[in-house]
C-alpha cells in the first residue's frame, strides 16, 4: 500500500473516533440552573481532547520514519489513559445512577457494561 493511503485511513479513523466521543461526551453540556446557557465539562473534555490529539499530532508524527516511533509511543499512551477514563467514567455512572445489580443490564450503556 501507498504510504499516503495509510496516512489517509489512518486520519479518517481518528476523526471518526473524534467526532464519536464528541456526539457520546460532549462537554458543553445545559446548564439547568439557567436554561439557554452551557457549562463546560471537564472531564467529558478528556474524551475529546484525546481523539483531536490522536488526529492532529499523532498522524503528522507517522509521516516521516524518524518520527514514526514517537507516533506509536503517543498513541499507546493515549490508549492507556483512554481505557483507565472510560473505566472510571463507567464506574462512576454506575455509582451515580445507584443502580441495583440485577436491573444493571437493562438501565446501563453498553460500555459500563463491559466494565461489570
Known sequence: MKKGTLLTALFLLAVSGLMLHYRIHSFMVPDKMNPGSFIFDSPKFMATLFPLIDALLITVLFISRKTAVYGYLLNGLIVIYG????????????????????????NLSFSTRAVI
Request: hydrophobic share 60%.
Open 83 to 106: 481505557t483507565v477514563f472510560m473505566a472510571h467514567f463507567s464506574l462512576a455512572e454506575i455509582s451515580a445512577k445507584s443502580v441495583p445489580f440485577p436491573a444493571m443490564p437493562l
